[in-house]
């Protein structure tokens, strides 16, 4: 059992649970809670840990012995209550926690390629709100879409609050961050031919009038300023969404939303 707060693999957690640059560097990210570590590949299972006591339970036993039948490999630790709460971002922690290896995806996986659908892809220029990143990759897998393409000035996929509200559909969904989305945007048109389309007040035809069931993808920009102006020119072509009152935007998980299942519709 670890007891101090001092041990080298706490401090790890405690790291990588606080810093985006130490998950980068790792490629490890931490996961809280029963079922969401029951959601986890077991090959992307490093290490897991629970708290004093948790063992004894029937649903302790339960959760040890599903955790050794699906990842013989990954370390199991006992941890005493005080260690544990260090080693948590939540409040109320469910008393087990796993350290996770990230997983590598291609532009291609992205795109379904190989798949029997055409591309459905989302791609988020500069999301900054934890909340939405982990709501649009949630409902990503919902709609069917095929991946998530992200910029390097998002937030970051692997925060605990992303993590947690992705609800573990950040392990079925594929996923890539890219550091020139410009030039990613231009490789699905030019080489994929993908249609990108952006909502914009240029858009002259509304989402439900335009037709998806081709390889698309939609662009979703920064919460307070929308897409740049060099990624949204880049659009295949503006769609608009309607709005009623003196409403001009929706929130960015709300617009994402509306555009995926739209798309699941058509598709339908």
Same mark, same amino acid.
């Given at each position: 059992m670890i007891t101090s707060t001092n041990n080298n693999q706490i401090k790890n957690i405690i790291a990588l649970n606080k810093k985006a640059r130490e998950r980068k560097a790792q490629r490890l990210f931490v996961v809280e809670g029963i079922r969401a570590?029951?959601?986890v590949p077991g090959e992307l299972l490093s290490a897991v840990y629970y708290i004093e006591g948790f063992a004894a339970s029937v649903e302790g036993k339960e959760f #040890?012995?599903?955790i050794i039948e699906k990842a013989p490999s990954a370390s199991i630790e006992e941890v005493t209550a005080n260690v544990f709460k260090s080693m948590c971002d939540t409040v109320t922690p469910q008393g087990v926690l796993a350290?996770?290896?990230m997983q590598d995806f291609t532009l291609q996986d992205v795109l379904g390629i190989g798949s029997k659908k055409p591309a459905h892809v989302v791609i988020l220029e500069t999301l900054q709100d934890p909340g939405n990143m982990g709501t649009i990759i949630r409902t990503a897998e919902g709609a069917g879409a095929t991946g998530i393409i992200i910029n390097s000035t998002s937030v970051d996929l692997y925060s605990p609050k992303v993590v947690r509200s992705t609800m573990g559909s950040i392990f079925r969904v594929p996923? !890539? #961050?890219?550091?020139d989305l410009a030039a990613t945007i231009k490789q699905l048109e030019d080489e994929y031919g993908v249609d990108v389309y952006a909502a914009h007040l240029k858009g002259y035809r509304y989402y439900d009038e335009m037709d998806f069931?081709?390889?698309t993808a939609f662009m979703i920009g920064n919460e307070g300023n929308g897409l740049?102006?060099? !990624?949204s020119e880049l659009a295949t072509s503006y769609l608009k969404i309607p709005m009623e009152g003196q409403l001009e935007s929706l929130n960015a998980s709300v617009a994402a939303s509306l555009l995926m299942y739209e798309t699941h519709r058509q598709r339908k």
């Open positions: 570590v029951l959601e #040890i012995n599903d350290v996770v290896r996923h !890539i #961050i890219v550091q069931t081709g390889p740049s102006d060099e !990624i």
